[in-house]
């Protein structure tokens, strides 16, 4: 191997090592940089919690607390059969409520077919005497 290999080896084997360690810095600082940033934003999040729960008033020491009440429970059922003609629709309703809760279900039979529409009349012919 001749001298200027030799050299021109050397130095871009320690072009590579100081590559190598500047990248190592910087993800080194990098992380460092960003756990403080980390650190810093949690103590201000927690600093402003403690700050919100000293001046918010304690209500559970003023009013006790509620009780249920016990409410009477009504219930309704209503059936109705609605029927007409054969052109009409039949339908059944069925209503059932419980207390504040209502159910209402409809069941409905499919329309009938449309019916064709009568032809246009024609318009009456021109008269000569116009």
């Known amino acids: 191997m001749s001298r200027e290999t030799a050299r021109r080896d050397m130095s871009l084997n320690a ?5 190598g360690g500047v990248t190592a810095a910087a993800f080194v600082g990098t992380g460092l940089v960003t756990g403080l940033a980390a650190d810093f934003t949690a103590q201000k ?8 729960a000293a001046t918010a008033p304690l209500h559970a020491d003023v009013a006790p607390a509620p009780v249920a009440t016990p409410r009477p429970v009504r219930t309704v059922v209503t059936t109705r059969y609605v029927q007409g003609k054969a052109r009409v629709t039949n339908r059944q309703i069925i209503t059932r409520s419980s207390g504040s809760v209502s159910t209402v279900r409809s069941y409905r039979q499919p329309a009938p077919a449309p019916q064709p529409a009568p032809a246009p009349r024609r318009a009456p012919a021109p008269s000569a005497a116009s």
Do not use: E
Not at 15 to 19: C, G, Q
Not at 45 to 52: G, M, W
């Open 45 to 52: 999040a927690q600093a402003k919690a403690l700050s919100n």
């Open 15 to 19: 072009l590579a090592v100081l590559t």
